[in-house]
């Protein structure tokens, strides 16, 4: 029986604000020890708010945010939503390329970048037009103890110093009485965010998120959880620049009233350690995390009856890690199963889950509330056979307004049917069974999934061939144990030269164009490439032989 959730028809600032007058003195977030309230949590936001207006950004405008999982990100989210722009969500290890790209194709003046970027900032700032570059530090939202032990260790390691206005000086700029000023009225269709994906085409494209996308997502994701309450606890390390941490991570577990403990810095190898800390009633989490907790030896003797749900989204979870894992934690007193979804950026994240105690190993899960999915013939568009394998798409409240300035691609993607429905063609393949089940096969597209961030193969590949030595070149993803994928290259030499020279020297081009999580692990030289019967790389041999 399909399920309906009546959403709210307004701007995700409102939302959270309805929200903190509801849960009022209830802890929204967790930092480094330091607990902010929900009351404290909107007067935060009103506060940034004032500065933005302050700072004279307008209605329309559009706020790049470069920052990691700190309070001040999550505050200018919401701030921004209540003036009417829209957030830019930028990674901040994005190359210097990236940011000046994201910012231009939003034509966006604006940017908030995390002062451990400094210098990087410095040369997005010479070559874009900048009305408001403001640094932010991880230690801004900190304790006055935890913020004393963070400097002195940022002097040890010579953190960078910013020339850049900072946080404390931009909230100066605003209204001194912040809650005066009314909020914009947002509507459903007004876009909240701009986050970063590859599209169908795999180049990284600017995806349109409205208010409606995200509140819709947050209560699809409580309706499907079914066990979410006020006061729950979320070790929410997925980054606000993603969409599985700013739509589930943050705006979800601030519906329902939990906490969210955030984190501005994650290495999945201390995942047991943080789980002991901080005792979360939820985690959710890319397979490599869960990988990780199958490799460590930290949770031997211990209990883990504190957790009553685990999700694991951004890539799919083998089979096989799914059994164990599950092993695992009823081994240590948790009553849960872990839970897998499928999703993608163009529908904010996660669009069905499976139900607690699932017992197909390979499922993705069932369709959340008001999300319909069909499998369909990626040539034609016609419905695929019942069990057939075919292109994933899908239709719902929480699917994308549109690529950023990028017509063409939006209408390959988002497609109207003769009801005037509109479905989303995601480029996976995948089947669904009698009972309704969605099933994912593998990528159409040529996307790189790492450690849940996505890797556009093209891009490194266009970095490379701008070598004068290099005359073809490749890109794929390889398995790794602990990221999922990583990145390698395959390069054909020009004539003769030195190849470890030229290697060198590629790294030095991708260090300064590509994202640090993107460049290559690994360069293999060859002297040919294996072709497709119409003369193009054939990556599938590759992928095969890598």
Sequence with gaps: MKRHLDYPQCSVYEHIRQKAAQYGNAGAVEYFGRTITYSELIREIDRTAAALTGAGIKTGDVVSICLPNIPEAIYLFYAVSRIGAAANMIHPLSAEEEI????????????????????????????????????????????????????????????????????????????????????????????????????????????????????????????????LAKGDRVLSVMPV????????????????????????????????????????????????????????????????????????????LAANTKIKLNEMLRSHGCKCTVREGYGLTECVTGSCLTPDGCTISETCGLPYADTEYRIVDPETGADAPAGGTGEIVLSGPTVMKGYYNEPDETAQTLRRDADGKVWLHTGDLGFQDEEGYIYFRQRLKRMIISNGYNIYPQNIENVISSHEQVAMCAVIGVPDAQRGQIAKAYVMLRGTCSEEKVRSELMQLMQKSVAAYAIPKEIVFVNSFPKTLVGKIAYNELIAEG
């Excluded at 103890?145 to 900072?166: C, I, Q, T, V």
């Excluded at 009225?185 to 795999?202: R, W």
């Excluded at 031997?300 to 799919?316: A, N, P, T, W, Y």
């Design 241 to 316: 620049f993603h969409g599985f941490g700013l739509g589930v991570c943050i705006h979800t577990v601030l519906t329902f009233g939990g906490t969210a403990v955030i984190l501005p810095k994650f290495n999945v190898r201390e995942f047991d350690r943080l789980i002991f800390k901080y005792r979360p009633n939820v985690i959710a989490g890319v397979p490599a995390i869960y990988e990780a907790m199958l490799r460590s030896s930290g949770f031997e003797g211990k209990s883990l009856d504190f957790i009553k749900c685990v999700i694991s989204g951004g890539d799919s």
């Design 100 to 227: 000046i790209h994201d910012m231009r194709l939003t034509k966006s003046r604006f940017i908030f970048a995390v002062d451990l970027i400094a210098d990087k900032l410095e040369k997005v700032a010479a070559k874009t037009e900048l009305d408001l570059a403001v640094t932010v530090s991880p230690a801004d939202g900190m304790s006055m103890l935890m913020k004393a032990g963070y400097f002195l260790k940022s002097l040890k390691d010579h953190a960078p110093r910013s020339g850049f206005m900072n946080w404390k000086s931009f909230l100066a700029m605003g209204d001194p009485a912040p809650d005066s000023a009314a909020p914009h009225d947002g509507k459903p269709d007004d876009c909240a965010a701009i986050l970063y994906s590859g599209g169908t085409t795999g180049k990284p494209k600017g995806i349109m998120l409205t208010n409606l996308n995200f509140n819709a997502l947050a209560l699809q994701s409580i309706d499907a959880c079914g066990c």
